[in-house]
């Protein structure tokens, strides 16, 4: 069994906590070391469960609060050499550790995998973690499915998957034209359109649970995200990270049948 919860997803900041029976890590830093540890608190997971922290990229809504957060608990800081050369928000460098594509890290009976995406940044990771054959993903800042991110989709019982913007909010929003071409090209993110594409045609069948992530507030709206996803959810729970507070801890466990109630669940937005 995995725990699983988002502590934020956004533009305004990334993190995601994923843990086992003997500790926990968090995925990105992108929120204040004091809105980590209080988002934790309130969802009754202990601050001393985390034994890492892994970062996407450089950017700084993936690591705004790693440096105080990783000195403040002493954890180990796992990121690309490219991605640690070009990062402003460091901890002192005995907390950093090179991590390598496609080389699993083995911490608190997990094991976390960084692959390579198309993404803007240096050297930008995507992420599954892998404990008692239970696969959790961590997909987002994608700007088009490549083959490593369709394959490792693939094989998760869980993912968060970014979709960050409906094409029609995109093209008629306020926007400049450079910055709508950044976010809708290779190198950008994730429409609601290209996920459910990838959502369709690569999950397994044991998936259970779907958290649609990296939501615009200007380009995208958590109602329509999850109605673009409903009619194809059959036996998937789907549900919106938030861009505003913590999720729910969930509980994945492999088996082909979600914990909970089958389809499309609503979050707090």
């Known amino acids: 069994m995995v725990k699983v919860a988002s502590l934020n997803s956004g533009s305004n900041g990334n993190c995601y906590y994923i843990g086992s029976s003997e500790g926990a890590v968090l995925i990105d830093a992108g929120i204040s070391a004091r809105e980590m540890e209080k988002r934790m608190r309130k969802l009754g997971l202990p601050l001393d469960s985390l034994k890492a922290i892994f970062i996407s990229h450089e950017h700084i809504d993936h690591v705004k609060g790693l440096d105080v957060m990783a ?44 692959f390579a995406k198309w993404h803007d940044a ?53 926007y400049p034209y450079h910055l709508k071409k950044r976010i809708s090209g290779d190198q950008g993110h994730l429409s609601n359109k290209q996920a459910l594409d990838l959502f369709v045609n690569y999950r397994a069948p044991y998936m259970s649970h779907l958290w649609l992530a990296h939501l615009s507030r200007e380009n995208n709206d958590p109602d329509l995200a999850l109605a673009t996803f409903r009619p194809h959810a059959q036996s998937v729970q789907v549900s919106v990270a938030s861009r505003y507070t913590e999720s729910e801890v969930f509980r994945i466990t492999g088996s082909k049948e979600p914990e909970t109630a089958k389809g499309v669940q609503m979050s707090l937005f």
């Not at 490219?82 to 608190?108: C, D, F, K």
């Not at 404990?131 to 693939?154: K, L």
């Open 71 to 114: 000195q403040r608990y002493d954890l180990p800081v796992y990121a690309s050499l490219p991605t640690i050369r070009n990062s402003n928000t460091l901890p002192p460098a005995h907390l950093l550790r090179p991590l390598r594509n496609l080389e699993p890290v083995n911490i608190a009976g997990m094991q976390v995998t960084a």
């Open 122 to 174: 240096v050297d930008p990771s995507s992420f599954v973690v892998t404990c008692n054959g239970v696969r959790v993903g961590v997909f987002t800042d994608i700007g088009a499915p490549c083959e490593q991110v369709r394959y490792h989709f693939s094989l998760c019982h869980a993912a968060f998957l970014e979709a960050n913007y409906d094409d029609d909010m995109l093209n008629n929003g306020k």
